[in-house]
């Protein structure tokens, strides 16, 4: 079964969600007194606080798909190198057996620039087996064992680059979710918190009213009080 996506449930930035819960656990602070009418006490507050610090230490999705893009260079960087092994043997066999022979055919490369990487890892090691196969022939042409043999270790490398780059795509889709669960459970709190505080304001105290307003574009410097009435959600 599909796992459902998590997606953050706000329109707001992950760098403002922080800023509103250190405004919201400093707001609640001097309002303690009042909000307990709620619920609302220090371990409350203090739970707002651990996951918001959580939050800010939480790698960013930069950080992640900078190591995707790594990974992904190393591997194209190791299937460059694959596939000049492999043309460096293919030259040798056209010229031995010619392009429209039995023995060219088994190879079979003719399309190996197109393959995923999978299915290069594949063709790959066909190639190093046959050339084992033909070597004495080749052996006129200048290959060498020794030869087979590195282009073997290089196509060991190159496997284990793609279960690497897979990894690290793997990792970032995983942070990607977890960040997002994060958030929301962080916005979820807020939210409550704010609820409470404009209800123990509503009618009482505006501008103690006004620091419980959760803004469609909220920022650290915050938008003006009175455009509150056509930006709150």
Do not use: W
């Amino acid at each position: 079964m599909k796992q459902e996506v998590v997606v953050f449930s706000s329109n707001m930035s992950y760098g403002d969600l922080s800023q509103l819960a250190d405004a919201g656990v400093n707001t609640a602070m001097r309002d303690l007194n009042d909000l307990s009418l709620f619920g609302v006490d220090l371990a409350f507050i203090d739970s707002i606080r651990q996951k918001n610090a959580l939050f800010k230490n939480f790698a960013t999705d930069e950080e992640y798909s900078g190591m995707v893009s790594k990974r992904t260079q190393e591997k194209n960087d190791l299937r460059n190198i694959v596939t000049k092994g492999i043309s460096n043997i293919m030259i040798r066999v056209k010229n031995k057996y010619g392009a429209n022979s039995p023995e060219h055919k088994r190879f079979s490369t003719g399309n190996m620039h197109k393959d995923t990487d999978s299915d290069l890892v594949r063709l790959a090691r066909r190639v190093t087996r046959l050339a084992s196969e033909y070597l004495n022939d080749l052996y006129e042409k200048g290959l060498r064992q020794s030869e087979i043999d590195g282009l073997n270790e290089q196509i060991d490398a190159f496997d284990k680059s793609i279960e690497i780059k897979d990894q690290a795509v793997k990792e970032r889709d995983t942070a990607t979710q977890q960040r997002a669960l994060l958030a929301n459970e962080i916005y979820n709190l807020v939210s409550e918190l704010f609820d409470y505080g404009k209800q123990c304001y509503v009618d009482t105290n505006e501008a103690k009213y006004n620091d419980y307003v959760i803004y469609s574009n909220q920022t650290s410097s915050m938008v003006d009080s009175e455009e509150a009435d056509t930006t709150t959600e």
